[in-house]
Nanobody, 124 residues
């Protein structure tokens, strides 16, 4: 089973940027990959996903500010986050699943594998 390790979290001021990375233990070319977050006291929230064909989908909170991408090595996933806001504070997780339709259906609850998460704190 593939394992995921996130990095790149930290503390930034509002308006700042961060790039999160997710390292997979194996080639994920046949997997749906995505990012979601969980803020204190709030439900888990899907952000973006990238399908095996390279197509991407974004949830409303991520549109225009976040960019999901993957490296050519097929083991590293990124989430570029710009114009960060205090409400973006939370633990960010990358996730994956071999079920391809999870990406096309934006079914973040369907991801069967996720990493340990990386903390992002945005101060006003």
């Amino acid at each position: 089973q593939v394992q995921l390790t996130e990095s790149g979290g930290g503390s930034v001021q509002a308006g700042g940027s961060l790039t999160l990375s997710c390292e997979a233990s194996r080639d994920y070319r046949n997997y749906c990959m995505g990012w979601f977050r969980q803020a204190p006291g709030k439900a888990r929230e899907g952000l973006a996903n990238i399908a095996i064909d390279g197509s991407t989908r974004y949830e409303e909170s991520a549109k225009g500010r976040f960019t999901i991408s993957r490296a050519d090595n097929r083991t590293t996933l990124y989430l570029q986050m710009n114009n960060l806001k205090p409400e973006d504070t939370g633990i960010y997780y990358c996730a994956t699943d071999p079920t391809v339709r999870i990406c096309f259906e934006n079914n973040y609850d369907g991801f069967g594998i996720r990493g340990q998460g990386t903390q992002v704190t945005v101060s006003s």
